[in-house]
Every structure is written in structure tokens, then in C-alpha cells.
């Protein structure tokens, strides 16, 4: 089965510098979040504090304890 896909795109307020953005994120117990720069590329534990370029679309794999997966393509423009 294909994992879910979904696309979040963020509207950040005018002055907010979209390629350096520190996202505050919280798992459940047994779930993981990792991230790719591109398809393909290699994949990377999501740190906590770290900073993404937004601005570009930043793919995430979150997944469950249970196996289950869930993709995200991420962005976010200044208004």
C-alpha cells in the first residue's frame, strides 16, 4: 500500500525569512520524522532545532509505530 501524500504550505507574515525556519515539532512515543532534500536523495533524521530552507519544497516521512507512513511536501512564502 502507498502512503498517504500530503502538501502543507505555510503563509509566513512579511520579514520572515522562509530559508531559515526552526519548525517546533512533537512526536508520539514510537514515531519517527525523516527528511529528504529531494526524491531519491538520501534520508536524514529530522533534528530537533535545525534549521530548513522552506522556500524549497522539503519532503518529511513520518512514520508510526505501527509501520504506517505518511509523506509530506512542505513550503512557506512570505505574504
Not at 517546533?24 to 527528511?35: S, V
Not at 531519491?40 to 505501527?66: C, H, N
Request: aromatic share 12%.
Amino acid at each position: 500500500m502507498n502512503p498517504h501524500r500530503w502538501t502543507i504550505s505555510l503563509f509566513m507574515s512579511k520579514g520572515t525569512d522562509c530559508t531559515k525556519l526552526a519548525p517546533i515539532i512533537t512526536l508520539a512515543p514510537g514515531t519517527t520524522i525523516t527528511h529528504q532534500v529531494a526524491p531519491g536523495a538520501i534520508i536524514i533524521s529530522v533534528v530537533p532545532g535545525a534549521v530548513y530552507d522552506f522556500t524549497k519544497e522539503v519532503y518529511w516521512r513520518l512514520t508510526t509505530s505501527d509501520g504506517s507512513t505518511v509523506l509530506y511536501d512542505i513550503f512557506a512564502y512570505e505574504r
